[in-house]
C-alpha cells in the first residue's frame, strides 16, 4: 500500500450464477467487455499491512490467482450460502505457502453448515492434506483481527498431515480449533497489542430474506451484500463513510436481495461518498449504459452518494 489507510479490490461483483451465465446468449452475455463479466462476489481488503478476505466463493481460486494473493491474515464469511463457501478447500495452497492455518471468521450458523459441508474438514482423524482452519465465532459485536506473525507454523508429515512442533521436539496433530473471536480494542482502529498487529472490524447485520447475514466497515469503507433488509438500527455503524458496497440483483423486487430503487434509496440514506452497486445479474444493461443509467436516477431522485456498478478488479481507497 502507499499511503492508503484502507485498500478494498471487488474480486467478483456477480450473483450466485456469475455473469455470463452457462447457455445464456444474452446481450450482457455474450459482452467484449471485462467489465461484463463477473465471478461471484468477494473482495480482498489491505489494510495497514493486514490482508483480509470477505467470502470465499466457487471462483476463489481463480480469483486469488488472478490478483497474485499469495497471503491472508483473514477470512471473513458473510452468510453460508455456497457462493460464498464454496472455494474453502482450496485454502489448502495457503497453509502449504503460508505454514499457517487460515484464521476464517464466522457466525455460529455459518459454521454449522462448514462442519456439514466439509466435514472431512472437522474430522478427528483428518484425510492427510485436508484444509487447515482456525475458525473465530462472531456475532454483531466489533471484534479485531490479528497478523499471524506469532501463529504456530504447520509442519507437513508426508502421506499423514499436518503437526505443530513443540519446544521438546515432538509433533502435535493439528486439530482446526474454534475460538471465540478477539474483542476490538477500543480507542483505536488498528494498532499493536502484546507485540501482534491488530485491526478491528464493525460487523453490520442484515437480513438475506429471512437469514440473517453480516456485512463488514473497515475504516472508512463498507462491504454490504446479500441483503434485502437492513434494520434501522444498523445505520449508524455506517455514517460518515467514503465507500459502501451495496448488492442488488434486479429491476424487480426480490424476496432476498435489494431492488434497484431500495438500493439507491438505501445508498442515499447511508450518504457515503461513493457507493458501489455489486451482487449484479445479467437483467442489468452492460458496464457504460448502466454508468450512464445510474447517472441520470441519481439525478432525478437528488441521490447525494456517487452511485456505479462495480466491476471485478475495480479497486477502491479510503485515507
Given at each position: 500500500?502507499?499511503?492508503?489507510k484502507?485498500?478494498?479490490?471487488?474480486?467478483?461483483?456477480?450473483?450466485?450464477?456469475g455473469?455470463?451465465?452457462?447457455?445464456?446468449?444474452?446481450?450482457?452475455?455474450?459482452?467484449?467487455?471485462e467489465?461484463?463479466k463477473?465471478?461471484?462476489?468477494?473482495?480482498?481488503?489491505?489494510?495497514?499491512?493486514?490482508?483480509?478476505?470477505?467470502?470465499?466463493?466457487p471462483d476463489?481460486r481463480?480469483?486469488?490467482?488472478a490478483?497474485?494473493?499469495?497471503?491472508?491474515?483473514?477470512i471473513?464469511?458473510?452468510?453460508?450460502?455456497?457462493?460464498?463457501?464454496?472455494?474453502?478447500?482450496?485454502?489448502r495452497?495457503?497453509?502449504y505457502?503460508?505454514?499457517?492455518?487460515?484464521?476464517?471468521?464466522?457466525?455460529?450458523?455459518?459454521?454449522k453448515?462448514l462442519?456439514?459441508?466439509?466435514?472431512?474438514?472437522?474430522?478427528e482423524?483428518?484425510?492427510?492434506g485436508?484444509?487447515?482452519?482456525h475458525?473465530?465465532?462472531?456475532?454483531e459485536r466489533?471484534f479485531r483481527?490479528?497478523?499471524?506473525?506469532?501463529?504456530?507454523?504447520?509442519?507437513?508429515?508426508h502421506?499423514?498431515?499436518y503437526f505443530?512442533?513443540?519446544?521438546?521436539?515432538?509433533?502435535?496433530?493439528?486439530?482446526?480449533a474454534?475460538?471465540?473471536?478477539?474483542?476490538?480494542v477500543?480507542?483505536?482502529?488498528?494498532?499493536t497489542?502484546?507485540g501482534v498487529?491488530?485491526l478491528?472490524?464493525?460487523?453490520?447485520?442484515?437480513?438475506?430474506?429471512r437469514m440473517?447475514?453480516l456485512?463488514?466497515?473497515?475504516?472508512?469503507?463498507?462491504?454490504i451484500?446479500?441483503?434485502s433488509?437492513?434494520?434501522?438500527?444498523?445505520?449508524?455503524?455506517?455514517?460518515?463513510l467514503?465507500?459502501?458496497?451495496?448488492?442488488t440483483?434486479?429491476?424487480?423486487?426480490?424476496?432476498?436481495?435489494?431492488?434497484?430503487d431500495?438500493?439507491?434509496?438505501?445508498?442515499?440514506?447511508?450518504g457515503?461518498k461513493?457507493?458501489?452497486?455489486?451482487?449484479?445479474?445479467?437483467?442489468?444493461p452492460?458496464h457504460?449504459?448502466?454508468c450512464?443509467?445510474?447517472?441520470?436516477?441519481?439525478?432525478?431522485?437528488?441521490i447525494?452518494?456517487?452511485?456505479?456498478?462495480?466491476?471485478?478488479?475495480?479497486?477502491?481507497?479510503?485515507?
Amino acid at each position: 500500500m502507499t499511503g492508503d489507510k484502507a485498500r478494498l479490490t471487488f474480486l467478483g461483483t456477480g450473483t450466485s450464477q456469475g455473469v455470463p451465465i452457462i447457455g445464456c446468449k444474452c446481450e450482457v452475455c455474450r459482452s467484449t467487455d471485462e467489465r461484463d463479466k463477473r465471478f461471484r462476489a468477494s473482495v480482498f481488503v489491505e489494510y495497514e499491512g493486514l490482508n483480509i478476505l470477505v467470502d470465499a466463493g466457487p471462483d476463489f481460486r481463480m480469483q486469488m490467482l488472478a490478483h497474485d494473493v499469495c497471503h491472508l491474515d483473514a477470512i471473513l464469511l458473510t452468510h453460508k450460502h455456497k457462493d460464498h463457501t464454496g472455494g474453502l478447500d482450496d485454502v489448502r495452497s495457503f497453509n502449504y505457502i503460508d505454514r499457517k492455518a487460515v484464521e476464517i471468521y464466522c457466525e455460529e450458523e455459518v459454521l454449522k453448515a462448514l462442519r456439514n459441508d466439509y466435514a472431512y474438514a472437522f474430522a478427528e482423524h483428518k484425510y492427510p492434506g485436508a484444509p487447515e482452519w482456525h475458525v473465530h465465532l462472531i456475532d454483531e459485536r466489533p471484534f479485531r483481527i490479528t497478523s499471524l506473525e506469532k501463529t504456530g507454523d504447520l509442519e507437513w508429515v508426508h502421506d499423514i498431515g499436518y503437526f505443530y512442533r513443540q519446544p521438546d521436539g515432538s509433533l502435535v496433530p493439528s486439530d482446526n480449533a474454534v475460538v471465540p473471536a478477539l474483542p476490538a480494542v477500543p480507542g483505536a482502529e488498528s494498532g499493536t497489542k502484546d507485540g501482534v498487529k491488530y485491526l478491528n472490524i464493525t460487523p453490520i447485520r442484515g437480513f438475506h430474506d429471512r437469514m440473517p447475514v453480516l456485512g463488514f466497515r473497515i475504516g472508512g469503507i463498507a462491504y454490504i451484500t446479500d441483503m434485502s433488509f437492513l434494520p434501522e438500527s444498523e445505520l449508524d455503524k455506517l455514517q460518515g463513510l467514503e465507500h459502501v458496497s451495496l448488492n442488488t440483483v434486479s429491476y424487480h423486487p426480490h424476496h432476498s436481495h435489494f431492488s434497484l430503487d431500495e438500493a439507491l434509496a438505501m445508498a442515499d440514506r447511508i450518504g457515503a461518498k461513493h457507493t458501489w452497486l455489486t451482487h449484479l445479474s445479467h437483467t442489468f444493461p452492460s458496464h457504460n449504459a448502466f454508468c450512464d443509467e445510474l447517472r441520470r436516477r441519481c439525478a432525478e431522485h437528488g441521490i447525494r452518494s456517487d452511485v456505479q456498478p462495480a466491476y471485478d478488479g475495480l479497486t477502491v481507497t479510503a485515507p
